[in-house]
């Protein structure tokens, strides 16, 4: 998928297919509204791809969906769309931010796994994550505490997260990085180390 974006209706999106040809990019455009929940009006949207090493690789979209659900949607890398709406609910709206690791594939020692943080203006940062093909709504990230104030959050598939973070003399970004292993045990999957201030010119 190259483009998505939100209407009134629902969701609507285009992807780049492969009736390319001739140098000139082939679109497609699909309307998935039935069977896909409406989003919030001004949802944050979440990325992560899903990769793999034997199939065709896939992406997935997280949003607050009209209800205050934290729903995944997944395009399995062709034309078709699946929703999943998990055991997280917002009650105004929230910045969802997410990463994936691992491969997409069966019988592997490193299998598809998603961390999916998510915060409201002033409350705590809270982690959503998928492990052993299986969704867990987890508690707080008390590691991540600095990020509630302004809830302003971006992550990359570096499994870093970057916050804004404000106080009376200023603002700035500060990075920080998933010290767990994806693979391991989850209990550790809210332990993020600050690394620093990131430095920024204008």
């Known amino acids: 998928m190259r483009k998505t974006g939100q209407s009134k209706a629902g969701f609507f999106g285009a992807w780049r297919s492969q009736t390319a040809n001739n140098g000139q990019p082939g679109w497609e455009f699909i309307d998935f509204v039935n069977g896909v929940s409406l989003p919030a009006n001004n949802t944050s949207i979440a990325l992560a791809p899903i990769p793999s090493l034997n199939n065709t690789p896939g992406l997935s979209l997280f949003t607050q969906s009209d209800s205050g659900a934290l729903t995944q949607l997944t395009f399995d890398g062709e034309s078709s769309f699946k929703e999943t709406v998990l055991n ?6 929230a910045m969802i931010v997410a990463f994936s690791t691992g491969f997409n594939d069966n019988g592997i020692d490193n299998p598809l796994g998603f961390q999916v943080l998510s915060v409201e203006v002033s409350a705590p940062v809270y982690l959503t994550y998928y492990q052993s093909r299986s969704w867990t709504s987890a508690g707080q990230v008390s590691a991540l505490s600095d990020c509630s104030a302004r809830a302003s959050m971006a992550a990359n598939q570096g499994q870093r997260i970057y916050c804004v973070v404000g106080d009376e003399d200023g603002v700035e970004m500060v990075e920080w990085s998933l010290q767990a292993d994806p693979n391991g045990h989850s209990v550790d999957f809210d332990n993020y ?8 010119s204008v």
């Open 193 to 200: 180390k600050r690394i620093g201030t990131v430095k920024t």
């Open 88 to 93: 997280r609910g917002f009650d105004s709206k």
